[in-house]
């Protein structure tokens, strides 16, 4: 999930504020992620798969090349647009802070410093938007208990995602129980499957390959745990929504920008 993740890379592109009623319109994809925090918000958003219902003080979080439809007869707003390297999903996410005071100050400060656009003031956003990041890390962090059935399996898989040969057979094993069992636990406690979650890691890795520069593609398969590169290019576009040569092409130009 965006919000559990403790290292994003990104670039700040725009801060801007809406007030908008009665507002019923669709978003096509857009080539840079969202974050916005709702001041006041009754709006319905929806996906080809999936339908959100916004509500006051709600933070959420609009990946990039994301077709929806947003309906609400209020719906008052800060929206940051960036762009991240490091994170990927196909899927809107959001959250209501326990504590929602405290993102609705640094919003609010972002805000004002973007559009005063004082000596350094894109140094100073970014900063805040880090406080953001880490904020709204806090509030959605759930430690994993050591003492948890499948720690030393997930410890495990975190250590050895980049294999290829890896099974969730042999991510099982560390726990001591059968391959049937680790996939509900697990999926019970990460909301997915085991072998999803390693694509995503696997991804997620080769996207942090791709914007270092250095290594071609087929390398780039590779060091993420693909020995089949035409196999990496389909779980890749799966995952961006683009092949990764188009990835490497939208990156290379978001990049000129800043």
């Given at each position: 999930?965006f919000f559990e993740n403790d290292l994003l890379s990104f670039n700040l592109i725009d801060?801007?504020?809406?007030?908008?009623?009665?507002?019923?319109?669709?978003?096509?994809?857009?080539?840079?992620?969202?974050?916005?925090?709702?001041?006041?918000?009754?709006?319905?958003?929806?996906?080809?798969?999936?339908?959100?219902?916004?509500?006051?003080?709600?933070?959420?979080?609009?990946?990039?090349?994301?077709?929806?439809?947003?309906?609400?007869?209020?719906?008052?707003?800060?929206?940051?647009?960036?762009?991240?390297?490091?994170?990927?999903?196909?899927?809107?996410?959001?959250?209501?802070?326990?504590?929602?005071?405290?993102?609705?100050?640094?919003?609010?400060?972002i805000f004002d410093v973007w559009n005063k656009k004082e000596l350094g003031y894109k140094?100073?956003?970014?900063?805040?938007?880090?406080?953001?990041?880490?904020?709204?890390?806090?509030?959605?962090?759930?430690?994993?208990?050591?003492?948890?059935?499948?720690?030393?399996?997930?410890?495990?898989?975190l250590k050895n995602y980049k294999k290829s040969d890896l099974s969730v057979k042999e991510?099982?094993?560390?726990?001591?129980?059968?391959?049937?069992?680790?996939?509900?636990?697990?999926?019970?406690?990460?909301?997915?499957?085991?072998?999803?979650?390693?694509?995503?890691?696997?991804?997620?890795?080769?996207?942090?390959?791709?914007?270092?520069?250095?290594?071609?593609?087929?390398?780039?398969?590779?060091?993420?745990?693909?020995?089949?590169?035409?196999?990496?290019?389909?779980?890749?576009?799966?995952?961006?929504?683009?092949?990764?040569?188009?990835?490497?092409?939208?990156?290379?130009?978001?990049?000129?920008?800043?």
């Amino acid at each position: 999930m965006f919000f559990e993740n403790d290292l994003l890379s990104f670039n700040l592109i725009d801060v801007l504020e809406l007030k908008q009623h009665n507002v019923n319109m669709f978003n096509s994809g857009r080539n840079f992620n969202a974050l916005s925090f709702r001041f006041r918000s009754d709006a319905v958003l929806m996906t080809k798969t999936q339908k959100h219902c916004m509500k006051d003080n709600c933070v959420s979080y609009f990946p990039a090349r994301l077709d929806y439809t947003r309906a609400a007869t209020v719906d008052e707003m800060i929206i940051i647009h960036f762009d991240t390297i490091n994170y990927s999903t196909k899927n809107i996410e959001y959250f209501i802070p326990d504590n929602p005071t405290v993102l609705s100050k640094h919003f609010r400060e972002i805000f004002d410093v973007w559009n005063k656009k004082e000596l350094g003031y894109k140094f100073k956003c970014s900063a805040i938007l880090c406080e953001i990041f880490a904020e709204c890390y806090t509030q959605n962090y759930v430690s994993k208990p050591q003492n948890s059935k499948i720690y030393n399996s997930v410890d495990y898989l975190l250590k050895n995602y980049k294999k290829s040969d890896l099974s969730v057979k042999e991510i099982a094993d560390r726990s001591f129980m059968s391959e049937v069992y680790f996939r509900k636990l697990f999926k019970k406690e990460y909301g997915i499957s085991p072998q999803k979650y390693i694509i995503n890691l696997r991804i997620q890795n080769a996207v942090g390959l791709i914007s270092a520069g250095y290594y071609s593609l087929k390398e780039i398969a590779y060091m993420s745990g693909y020995n089949d590169y035409k196999y990496f290019s389909v779980e890749f576009k799966k995952n961006m929504g683009v092949s990764p040569s188009e990835y490497i092409y939208d990156y290379a130009h978001r990049s000129a920008d800043f």
